[in-house]
């Protein structure tokens, strides 16, 4: 590869890889189904811990409650209160109330709550559940006690004063804890769920990223592989560890690469081949004006650049044959104003008929034209006006199928002996239009109507005075191919030619669909 010659510009890579696409893809989902699991984790811990603590302090209120008794004089006393006290305040100190407090029911009446609450044990004025709970059923709920917030567990029941008075007591029965503890064993359960979570999307994203690189791996070796090659070498690429999605592409360029390949060897021997062709008449043409040099006769000195004049032709249609061929075989764009447009081939093909009719009277024959429409008299309609709508309507460029159906109908006199007939029928087949060239010439063998389409072609048998450059054919198919449209050889049905013979060139391609005018 030459160092100094200019590299292409390097496309602009995409904002995002594949890695960055992976992450965006996957991340998401993993972050939200982690959140889901965290939140419902966080929130059974939660419940957990809530369920442990509150058992924790009803344990003091349900031993308190069994310690209630009346006594024989009708007081209502808490047996052993210190050391429930102290077991209760054994581990926090700060925040951690007990409350007994009673109300006397006298016989027959029902329990007012307004009436006055005597305090038997623990600190007074610790709120009350907001309903009163059924006697014997805890309940607990949160509250703010001297401006701090307290968790708190309540008991009711009811004793009854056994000397016959009749008389009753409620007893209310409290323990409350402030909500630090929990609150924090809470947070630390939900920073450890955090951390967790993180340390998973953390995890997935080091493995994303070094599976996409490990993934890669083999499009980086064949990266620097193409990038090392030099400029001539078209190899297919080595598909080998390249993973299984990306052989497909791989497959591609290795087809774009043959193409490309198949390309530089028809270019290489175009230009071979059209070097030897113009060499030849090069030549003749410098011996002719050599001689007309040397020669002092003025009568064969003008035979001499007569000579040379013919010479000249043949090479200007050679190189005008070589232009067109050159065009006719290229995949490019057709530029600007030549772009393929709906035309009538019907319309075309009657032009190429006046073209060649002085050619076909020079040549002593008959040059003959049917009509799509059945018309089958040579001269009645080429010089009628068109402004009906298009018989066979097609989607093409009409200079290039001009080209066509000349070379065809220019072979046709070329190869016809005089006297000869050539009709060139335009019609309608299914879907297709069909322009045919029928004459009446020796024909072309079946095995070998695929070779006279190759360049510099010609037929060994033939008369030296009809060679020509072999590239008519080779033209007329690469323009019907650019215009998505085939030429066939077939022998020609002739009156003339009763036991075979005679060629039939058909040129065939797809019918446009117009556009319907409403009557309207």
């Known amino acids: 590869m030459d160092p100094q010659a200019p590299r292409p510009p390097r496309p602009e890579p995409q904002r995002?890889?594949?890695?960055?696409?992976?992450?965006?893809?996957?991340?998401?989902?993993?972050?939200?189904?982690?959140?889901?699991?965290?939140?419902?984790?966080?929130?059974?811990?939660?419940?957990?811990?809530?369920?442990?603590?509150?058992?924790?302090?009803?344990?003091?209120?349900?031993a308190l409650a069994n310690g209630v008794v009346v006594a024989s004089d009708g007081s209502v006393k808490v047996q052993e209160p210190f050391s429930i006290q102290a077991m209760f305040e054994s581990t926090h100190l700060r925040y951690k109330y007990l409350h007994v407090g009673v109300q006397r029911i006298p016989k027959g009446a029902p329990l007012d709550t307004r009436a006055p609450e005597t305090t038997l044990m623990g600190v007074p004025g610790l709120p009350r559940p907001a309903e009163r709970p059924p006697d014997g059923t805890p309940v607990f709920y949160d509250a703010v006690y001297e401006q701090h917030p307290v968790r708190v567990a309540a008991l009711r029941q009811t004793v009854y004063d056994n000397t016959g008075s009749g008389t009753a007591y409620s007893v209310l029965i409290q323990a409350a804890e402030g909500t630090g503890p929990r609150l924090q064993a809470q947070n630390e359960s939900l920073r450890q769920e955090l951390l967790r979570d993180a340390r998973m999307v953390l995890v997935m994203a080091v493995l994303v990223w070094l599976g996409v690189a490990w993934t890669l791996r083999p499009l980086e070796r064949l990266r620097r592989s193409l990038r090392e090659r030099p400029r001539d070498d078209l190899k297919p690429l080595d598909a080998s560890g390249v993973p299984q999605e990306v052989v497909p592409l791989v497959d591609a360029v290795n087809h774009h690469i043959a193409d490309h390949r198949r390309m530089v060897a028809e270019q290489s021997q175009f230009l071979a081949d059209a070097?030897?062709?113009?060499?030849?008449?090069?030549?003749?043409?410098?011996?002719q004006a050599g001689y007309a040099v040397r020669e002092t006769d003025p009568a064969r000195m003008r035979e001499s650049l007569q000579a040379i004049v013919v010479q000249l032709a043949r090479t200007r249609r050679l190189s005008e044959q070589l232009l067109a061929l050159a065009h006719a075989t290229t995949e490019d764009e057709i530029p600007g104003d030549a772009e393929p447009s709906v035309v009538d081939l019907s319309d075309i093909a009657r032009a190429v008929v006046l073209q060649y009719l002085p050619l076909a009277r020079e040549h002593d024959q008959d040059l003959g034209w049917v009509d799509a429409r059945g018309d089958h008299e040579a001269q009645d309609r080429l010089d009628d006006g068109n402004d009906e709508a298009p018989v066979l309507p097609v989607k093409a460029n009409g200079?290039?199928?001009?080209?066509?159906?000349?070379?065809?109908?220019?072979?046709?006199?070329?190869?016809?002996?005089?006297?000869?007939?050539?009709?060139v029928t335009v019609r309608r087949e299914a879907s297709h239009a069909l322009a045919e060239v029928c004459d009446s010439g020796p024909g072309i063998a079946p095995e070998r109507r695929d070779a006279v389409f190759e360049r510099f072609h010609r037929d060994p048998a033939?008369?030296?005075?009809?060679?020509?450059?072999?590239?008519?054919?080779?033209?007329?198919?690469?323009y019907a191919r650019r215009n998505g449209g085939e030429i066939e050889l077939d022998s020609a049905d002739m009156p003339e030619r009763p036991n075979g013979g005679g060629l039939r060139a058909i040129l065939k391609l797809p019918l446009a669909v117009l556009p319907r005018v409403s009557a309207g």
């Not at 070097?275 to 011996?287: A, D, E, G, N, V």
């Not at 200079?399 to 009709?423: C, M």
């Open 16 to 62: 995002f890889g594949i890695r960055a696409r992976l992450l965006a893809l996957l991340l998401p989902g993993i972050v939200a189904l982690l959140a889901l699991d965290s939140w419902n984790d966080y929130r059974t811990l939660t419940d957990s811990l809530v369920v442990a603590y509150d058992q924790s302090l009803l344990e003091p209120v349900q």
């Open 275 to 287: 070097s030897h062709q113009l060499r030849t008449p090069l030549s003749i043409l410098s011996i």
């Open 462 to 478: 033939a008369d030296a005075a009809t060679h020509g450059a072999g590239l008519g054919l080779a033209i007329a198919r690469g």
């Open 399 to 423: 200079a290039e199928l001009h080209e066509v159906l000349a070379n065809l109908v220019h072979n046709a006199i070329k190869y016809t002996p005089r006297g000869g007939n050539i009709t």
